[in-house]
């Protein structure tokens, strides 16, 4: 009896110790098969998506992520899909997140952005690196070499590799002022970068939010069922419709508070949108996002 007893208790504090230790383990990013040769790679928690897809000519990366213990398991899943070689490299936007693991696709031919990504990476590099370094650690970034895309364009650029197209399109001032979205019209497949986010909160410091709403009704032009988000999992075209109603939410609260005479900081700090109580950084950046709001209607 005292011998089951005893199994008992220490199995039940194997138990408690697994629990309590369990937050310890950091969630892995997920590998999502959207269609026969397209792949999402899912930051875990929220944290920044890439994607992939496989030819028969090799790999185009959609994003290199950040950290590099992040960029080296991209690495690794591509490899555990494909023999091919990374051919091509695009990035998104600037942010450190999608484009700071470069370096470790220096095999790809072009890295491909638009023209103020590169611009804004080798103007930006100081204060990005700094943001970078308070966002994930002080050593996040200890072998870092800035990695710039070789081949950068304005308006739109079309590529074919293998047997799939890819349009590159440029729709203004989002996020940021260099964001793209890669469309591969075959597979009706949209990669919106960061100008999409689903559940969570989006970080608008660097953009502007009027042409960002603008950018996502042009979005929902395409003709396309899957949109995977910069943050978040992939949605459909409902998905897309609902974050861009986000915005439209926050611009009629933030515009109603303003009619009621409240000041920038009172509304920082007293809006509430209840709705989106359950996406992630919602108390952390509702108020940055309503900041943002304000300043310009001002
Ligand atoms: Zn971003």
């Given at each position: 009896m005292s011998s089951i007893l005893n199994h008992m208790l220490k199995t039940g504090i194997l138990l408690i110790f697994l629990f309590?230790?369990?937050?310890?383990?950091?969630?892995?990013?997920?590998?999502?098969?959207?269609?026969?040769?397209?792949?999402?790679?899912?930051?875990?928690?929220?944290?920044?998506?890439?994607?992939?897809?496989v030819t028969n000519e090799g790999v185009v990366v959609i994003d290199t992520q950040g950290p590099k213990e992040l960029s080296l398991v991209l690495k690794k899943k591509i490899k555990e899909i494909t023999q091919q070689p990374v051919i091509y490299v695009i990035?998104?936007?600037?942010?450190?997140?999608?484009?700071?693991?470069?370096?470790?696709?220096?095999e790809a031919k072009?890295?491909?952005s638009h023209e103020n990504t590169k611009k804004n990476l080798v103007e930006k590099e100081k204060q990005h690196r700094e943001q970078f370094k308070r966002f994930f650690n002080e050593k996040s970034l200890d072998?870092?070499?800035?990695?710039?895309?070789?081949?950068t364009f304005a308006n739109t650029l079309s590529m074919r590799v293998g047997s799939v197209s890819f349009e590159l399109v440029y729709l203004g001032i989002g996020h940021t002022d260099g964001d793209i979205i890669v469309y591969l019209p075959t597979e009706r497949l949209v990669f919106a970068g960061d100008l999409l986010y689903t559940g969570r909160l989006p970080w608008v410091q660097d953009g502007n939010i009027?042409?960002?709403?603008?950018a996502l009704k042009k979005i929902e032009w395409f003709e396309a069922d899957t949109y995977v988000p910069g943050h978040?999992?992939?949605a459909d075209k409902k998905g897309l419709k609902k974050f861009r109603k986000y915005f439209?939410?926050?611009?009629?609260?933030v515009s109603k508070m303003k009619k009621q005479g409240k000041n920038l900081d009172e509304v920082i700090k007293t809006i509430s949108l209840p709705r989106y109580k359950n996406w992630s950084?919602?108390?952390?950046?509702?108020?940055?996002?309503?900041?943002?709001?304000?300043?310009?209607?001002?």
């Open positions: 309590l230790a369990s937050p310890l383990f950091a969630a892995e990013p997920e590998i999502v098969k959207l269609r026969e040769n397209v792949y999402a790679f899912i930051g875990a928690d929220g944290a920044a998506n890439s994607g992939f897809i990035n998104t936007h600037y942010h450190g997140d999608h484009t700071f693991g470069n370096q470790y696709f220096k072009e890295i491909i072998e870092f070499e800035l990695t710039l895309p070789t081949k009027k042409n960002w709403q603008e978040g999992k992939a439209d939410d926050l611009t009629d609260e950084k919602y108390s952390e950046w509702l108020g940055l996002n309503a900041k943002k709001v304000f300043e310009e209607m001002d």
